[in-house]
């Protein structure tokens, strides 16, 4: 690379990353600060206790490990707002920068349609919306890991950095297996590295995931999902135009409360449009910058996540069936998640196209401004047909701050000497809390509390109009269910249960004497009374341990955790020296030499 391409090339950098920030804070700028932004399964809380639960130990199945661990440990240094507003940051701008990476070599036109194409998409908003934090940073690493098995293929030293943002994509299930899936194949089918590299990548990929998958195979319902959740999770067309062009559009996220109001509007249609028509041009271009091998592992992904979006959304009875007969399939069954891949195609794809069209109406008019006007155009009807991302999603994600009633209660059942894991009621997973203005919110209390919680696990989904529920996987949920609907909780069964207090927040039914049976109230402080939380506690508490991972359990699941974090510091600290290395071999190399 000679000087004037290195200048370049560092100009485009700070372009992309000031491009990409403006973007995110766009995006974001409500959801920014000390506060919180609670929405859907976006829920973080003051400070996170690291419970068993967090590192896949709890009665569920390990959907948000190990993100629950990491938020739990770096809390302890990072208030938990501030943890939250940088992790939402941290995911946007990744996203922004690394797709406008992936064609640098492309002028600084392309990088910047790219960019905004693959960030201001109604994927990003619909997962936004919906919370899932852990899912937008995968997207984010997706394209850097595709970057770095790129360089692996050339033959570059570059598998530290790959398996560091392999690790980094795993910190919820769904995102390490689409960074994986995205980046892996590149790296190790052909290409110039030796087979050595290709095993450990392929070693170091299954390692920095093992921290969910161990867990999760050895969960007694491992493998075992609700058929109806086959059906429920499909993606959900958007507009009139049906499931292919939803698809086609990265949209379809199964709950409609989380999708922006512009999607069921003539505007998806026209952003639809814009951005296809942009990639149709760009696609032949695309072999320049991310290699006949990326081309292909991205057309293939993209092609097998349609195709599944679109069979679930008009066959939903056989989603439910591969759901219910193939083991693990329950993974795949939010079906719009697996868009990601085709996000990143057309995404790459538009920003070539934009600068192809503008180099070509420069020449013909002889003006070459005109490219420039092109991308900006293009940008601009991006931005304008998804108005509603803007401003958190137009207002619908704002900073939050707990009540005080909250915090003490979370104090008073930290301080309680009897033992005893807690049952959160209502029995719903969802609450919509004055303090948040009405806006329906994953339960915070599992996070808020310091012991482990039984809450209800299952999700009522609105499908066709009707309820339709999808069970759980923890045990004790279960029983905790049945007693309720019988119209009881009886201290004798929440002993054996080993469950030794009961959370009420605002909105249960049913009275002291009549439902809850031998359980005892704690006086809480004012605040906490006027919030209208209570608690109730088991005389004497109860002792969760038979209800806890067995010690082999126990052993496995955390060597697994331990193993991927070394693995992760030492792929850290080789690409750290590996990078100091070179930077000092690139200025040693350009000193001028004496006389």
Do not use: C
Not at 70 to 86: E, F, K, N, T, W
Not at 536 to 551: H, Y
């Amino acid at each position: 690379m000679t000087p004037d391409s290195a200048s370049t090339a560092r100009r485009h950098g700070w372009w992309r990353f000031a491009w990409s920030a403006l973007l995110s804070i766009l995006i974001l700028a409500p959801a920014l600060g000390p506060g919180f932004a609670l929405r859907a399964d976006l829920v973080a809380v003051p400070q996170q206790v690291l419970l068993p639960a967090w590192v896949g130990l709890g009665g569920g199945l390990p959907r948000s490990v190990p993100q629950d661990a990491v938020v739990a440990i770096l809390d302890d240094v990072v208030p938990g707002g501030l943890l939250q507003s940088l992790f939402l940051l941290v995911a946007l701008m990744a996203a922004g920068t690394g797709a406008g990476r992936l064609v640098r070599r492309a002028p600084l036109s392309a990088q910047l349609v790219a960019s905004a194409v693959y960030l201001w998409s109604p994927y990003v908003a619909e997962r936004l919306l919906i919370g899932h934090s852990g899912l937008l940073l995968a997207y984010g690493i997706a394209p850097w890991a595709l970057d770095a098995a790129l360089a692996v293929r050339r033959g570059e030293r570059a598998g530290a950095r790959l398996v560091v943002l392999l690790a980094v994509g795993a910190i919820v299930p769904s995102g390490g297996l689409l960074v994986a899936a995205t980046a892996l194949p590149v790296a190790i089918v052909s290409g110039r590295a030796g087979r050595r590299t290709r095993w450990l990548l392929v070693g170091g990929a299954v390692l920095v995931n093992a921290p969910w998958w161990v867990p999760a195979v050895l969960h007694p319902q491992a493998g075992v999902s609700d058929p109806s959740g086959g059906s429920v999770f499909t993606l959900r067309p958007e507009g009139e135009w049906g499931a292919l062009l939803t698809a086609l559009g990265r949209g379809g996220l199964w709950n409609e409360f989380a999708v922006p109001g512009s999607r069921g509007t003539w505007l998806a249609l026209v952003g639809t449009g814009v951005v296809l028509g942009l990639a149709a041009v760009g696609g032949r271009l695309l072999r320049r910058h991310v290699g006949r091998s990326g081309v292909v592992v991205l057309a293939a992904l993209s092609l097998a996540a349609i195709a599944w979006a679109v069979i679930g959304s008009l066959a939903p009875g056989a989603a439910a069936e591969i759901v219910a007969r193939v083991p693990g399939a329950g993974l795949l069954r939010d079906a719009q998640k697996w868009l990601a891949p085709w996000s990143l195609l057309v995404s790459l794809a538009a920003g070539l196209g934009a600068a192809r069209v503008g180099r070509a109406l420069s020449r013909r008019y002889r003006e070459p401004f005109l490219g420039a006007g092109l991308a900006a155009t293009a940008i601009v009807l991006v931005l304008v047909t998804l108005p509603d991302l803007a401003w958190g999603g137009a207002g619908r994600i704002q900073q939050v701050a707990y009540p005080p009633g909250w915090l003490q209660l979370r104090d008073v059942v930290a301080q309680r000497p009897s033992p005893g894991d807690v049952v959160v009621l209502p029995w719903s997973a969802y609450r919509q809390p004055e303090w948040n203005d009405g806006v329906a919110v994953l339960d915070p209390m599992p996070r808020l509390l310091t012991r482990t919680t039984v809450v209800d696990d299952g999700l009522v989904v609105l499908d066709g109009g009707e309820e339709v529920r999808v069970d759980g996987e923890d045990p004790r949920a279960v029983l905790v269910g049945s007693a309720l609907r019988e119209g009881e909780l009886r201290a004798e069964d929440l002993r054996r249960w080993g469950i030794g207090y009961v959370v009420i927040e605002p909105g249960e039914v049913g009275g002291l004497p009549e439902r809850y049976v031998g359980l005892g109230e704690v006086d809480l402080p004012l605040d906490a009374t006027a919030e209208g939380l209570r608690l109730l506690e088991v005389p004497g508490g109860a002792d969760p341990a038979p209800w806890r991972a067995s010690p082999g359990r126990t052993a496995v699941v955390l060597g697994a955790d331990v193993l991927a974090l070394a693995l992760l510091v030492l792929a850290s600290a080789r690409w750290v020296t590996g990078t100091v290395q070179r930077r000092r071999s690139l200025l040693s190399s350009s000193e001028p030499t004496g006389q």
